[in-house]
T-cell receptor, first 112, second 115 residues
Framework: DGGITQSPKYLFRKEGQNVTLSCEQN?????MYWYRQDPGQGLRLIYY???????QKGDIAEGYSVSREKKESFPLTVTSAQKNPTAFYLC???????????FGPGTRLTVL | KQEVTQIPAALSVPEGENLVLNCSFT??????LQWFRQDPGKGLTSLLL?????REQTSGRLNASLDKSSGRSTLYIAASQPGDSATYLC??????????????FGQGTILTVHP
């Protein structure tokens, strides 16, 4: 069953902690993306990767980090430097940059 | 910088009505346009993709059109059903400048179809 999985579904973090959100795809896609969704702000691009071992900053990369060591995995770390991390985080993938994007179910992060 | 606007922000219709959702974008240098559906607390489901060289795409009761030169797209939903209730998002993949290859999203239209 092909698709994109994200874990966990819900995540709670204390201020000052780093947390890592998981994103895995079995679609054999080269490109992967991380978005943040806030009420009234729409979706904003955090980081994207066109190929293994390469990634670029999106529009709101400050306070986040990523890695792309395997084609199927693109984890996002929310660091303590991110001032307002409470949001809904969505991972997506596409065959290549410019192709149709498919999304995972999302992770809701809440900072306590 | 690309900007995508969706009108209306919210729409409530009785079951069975045909309806149109509108999307406009400021930079016509796009590679393609995608329409998505999002249910509350869920991820996005891709509904239709229109390449920049195409004028429209159809999938079941959905029809999306694209007028790239005027920066507009519409999503037509025929014979609406309560199960169509969701937020509908329009997004363009940019073909030029610093936004090359990135999706720019509209704010979405919240659709409610009541029985």
């Amino acid at each position: 069953d092909g698709g994109i999985t994200q874990s966990p579904k819900y995540l709670f973090r204390k201020e000052g902690q780093n947390v890592t959100l998981s994103c895995e795809q079995n679609l054999n896609h080269d490109a992967m993306y991380w978005y943040r969704q806030d009420p009234g702000q729409g979706l904003r691009l955090i980081y994207y990767s066109q190929i293994v071992n390469d990634f670029q900053k999106g529009d709101i990369a400050e306070g986040y980090s990523v890695s792309r060591e395997k084609k199927e995995s693109f984890p996002l770390t929310v660091t303590s430097a991110q001032k307002n991390p409470t949001a809904f985080y969505l991972c997506a993938s596409s065959a290549r940059l410019l192709n149709e994007q498919f999304f995972g179910p999302g992770t809701r992060l809440t900072v306590l | 910088k690309q900007e995508v606007t969706q009108i209306p922000a919210a729409l409530s219709v009785p079951e069975g009505e045909n309806l149109v959702l509108n999307c406009s974008f400021t930079d016509s240098a796009i590679y393609n346009l995608q329409w998505f559906r999002q249910d509350p607390g869920k991820g996005l489901t891709s509904l239709l993709l229109i390449q920049s060289s195409q004028r429209e795409q159809t999938s079941g009761r959905l029809n999306a059109s694209l007028d790239k030169s005027s920066g507009r797209s519409t999503l037509y939903i025929a014979a609406s059903q309560p199960g169509d209730s969701a937020t509908y998002l329009c997004a363009v993949i940019n073909a030029g400048g610093t936004s090359y290859g990135k999706l720019t999203f509209g704010q979405g239209t919240i659709l409610t179809v009541h029985p």
